[in-house]
Nanobody, 125 residues
Framework: QVQLIESGGGLVQAGGSLRLSCVAS????????MGWFRQAPGKEREFVAA????????VYASSVKGRFTISRDNAQNTLNLQMNNLNPEDTAVYYC??????????????????WGQGTQVTVTS
């Protein structure tokens, strides 16, 4: 059974940092491209960051570039998202996702095959 379990969300003041983690089933993690998305109340789910299975390539949404860093530890089946200099516009439920086509990176919701349950990030001003 495919499982993606996020953790690390919480409440933080503007300018602060959080580190999200996503633990995945081994059989998907070692071959799949991974990504982070977020969804704020009343808005569509949007792309945040993505990484190829080898971690050779990363890509970011323009709204988070320079503040967020995506990484993965294939030995630990873990995907991470380091979020610095957070602002209230970053408030959302954050989801990790896995795509079967691991050699590339993907920014579209429909390009991912498996999703975690989400973790809430709230940034206060």
């Amino acid at each position: 059974q495919v499982q993606l379990i996020e953790s690390g969300g919480g409440l933080v003041q503007a300018g602060g940092s959080l580190r999200l983690s996503c633990v995945a089933s081994e059989h998907i993690f070692n071959n799949y491209a991974m990504g982070w998305f977020r969804q704020a109340p009343g808005k569509e789910r949007e792309f945040v960051a993505a990484i190829t299975w080898s971690a050779g390539t990363t890509v970011y949404a323009s709204s988070v570039k320079g503040r967020f860093t995506i990484s993965r530890d294939n030995a630990q089946n873990t995907l991470n998202l380091q979020m610095n200099n957070l602002n209230p516009e970053d408030t959302a439920v954050y989801y990790c996702a896995a795509s079967k086509s691991g050699s590339n990176y993907y920014t579209g919701v429909d390009e991912y095959d498996y999703w975690g349950q989400g973790t809430q990030v709230t940034v206060t001003s």
